[in-house]
């Protein structure tokens, strides 16, 4: 299944289309606005105007071979890489590479049967190993034409969660010095999130939010929605047309964040009533999700400006929590030790 159409941007695009057809296209590029705007379709459609064999002046062609294949997310010199979950732990680098290049190829996989892709797990991220695949593939030479594009999406997620830099200073060594033939192109909801030395060496482009006749034309073109149901989405999507097609149990999560919170601000005994409102077994599911949104939250905090040390730490142990919630846990047990670890943070 195709990528569905880039809706929106035109200001954007214009000046890309601008500069590429003038040879002042950067090589390394950060495109930065809320999330759920078109980030990345935004520069996937880059990368088709890039390989495009006859592109036109608004753009990629879109019926050439190479537009067919970034359409279908097939070109092999276009390298998409997003946040994964790596599933074995442990294992010596140059397995952590091949885990992660498998569990990147799932994820494409299902984004080329289902395009409107889910956002990202909490535990999801680009580690160490997500930046030496991405090494050994700017090392390649183009197969098919002049040049290669690297889009990384979430880029905020470089920076492991303990606050260890190993991933982000590994690309930034890429950004320094990057191959002749190739663009990298960087995505961030939150791009003071991301190492201010790659923000130094990377043009930053702001990508705002679309106009509700954009999203609502999505709406009925691409979720064949009514007038009805197509104005309540636009009302709740903010311009966001991401915000239509991610995770449904998004607000159910959100809800299910604030609620905990609340509870943990409440003292003892209503942190231990709320861990107790946990399912006694199989930590997937519904707890997981209750995780995903604390996670939300806590990066949104720390994004607004509070206390960033607190709130790295809580982040750190909602991510710990979330990755032992993939285990053999008693969700209860978790939630109630999690709780005292987040009644810390303001």
Same mark, same amino acid.
């Given at each position: ?15 890309? #289309? ?10 390394? /590029?950060?495109?930065?606005?809320? +999330?759920? &705007? ?13 390989? *495009? ?7 990629? *062609?879109?019926a050439c071979r190479a537009c067919r294949q970034v359409l279908g997310l097939a070109h092999p010199d276009l390298h998409w890489f997003v946040p994964v979950e790596v599933a074995k732990r442990g294992a010596d680098a140059d397995k ?31 580690? !160490? =190993? ?10 390649? @030479? ?14 905020e997620r470089l920076v492991p969660q303990r606050s260890s830099p190993e991933a982000a200073n590994a690309l930034l060594k890429a950004l320094e010095e990057p191959p002749a033939d190739t663009t990298i192109v960087l995505t961030a %909801? ?6 201010? @030395?790659?923000? +130094? ?7 705002? $939010?679309?106009?509700?006749?954009? &999203?609502?034309?999505? *709406? ?7 007038? $009805?149901?197509?104005?309540?989405? #636009? ?5 966001? !047309? ?20 609340? +509870? ?5 005994? $209503? ?24 996670? #939300?939250?806590?990066?949104? =905090?720390? +994004? %607004?400006?509070?206390?960033? =040390?607190? /709130? !790295? ?34």
């Open positions: 299944m195709p990528l569905p159409p880039l809706y929106g941007h035109e200001g954007i695009r214009n000046r890309l #289309v601008g500069a590429f057809a003038s040879g002042r296209l950067p090589q390394a /590029l950060l495109f930065e606005g809320p +999330s759920g &705007v078109g980030k990345q379709r935004l520069a996937l459609w880059l990368g088709q105007l890039l390989l *495009c064999e006859a592109p036109a002046p608004a753009g990629p *062609c879109g952590q590479v091949d885990l992660v290049e498998e569990a990147l190829g799932e994820e494409l996989e299902a984004r080329r049967k289902q395009p409107f892709y889910e956002a990202p797990s909490g535990l999801a991220a680009h580690g !160490i =190993a997500s930046v030496r695949l991405l090494q050994r593939r700017l090392a390649l @030479t183009p197969v098919t034409g002049a040049r290669k594009v690297v889009v990384v999406g979430d880029a %909801a939150d791009p003071e999130a991301v190492l201010p @030395t790659i923000l +130094s060496r990377v043009t930053r482009l702001r990508v705002g $939010r679309l106009p509700d006749t954009v &999203v609502a034309a999505f *709406c009925h073109q691409e979720l064949k929605l009514s007038d $009805r149901d197509t104005a309540t989405r #636009v009302a709740l999507a903010g311009g966001r !047309i991401g915000t239509l097609v991610g995770r449904a149990g998004g607000e159910e999560a959100d809800r299910a964040a604030a609620a905990f919170l609340d +509870s943990v601000r409440g003292g003892p005994a $209503r942190r231990y009533a709320a861990a107790l409102k946990q399912p006694t077994y199989q930590a997937r599911g519904a707890f997981t999700d209750l995780l995903d949104g604390l996670l #939300v939250r806590l990066r949104a =905090a720390a +994004s %607004a400006g509070g206390d960033t =040390a607190k /709130l !790295i730490e809580a982040i750190a142990r909602t991510l710990d929590a979330r990755e032992m919630a993939q285990g053999n846990v008693n969700p209860q047990l978790l939630a109630a030790v999690l709780a005292d670890d987040l009644a810390v943070v303001p």
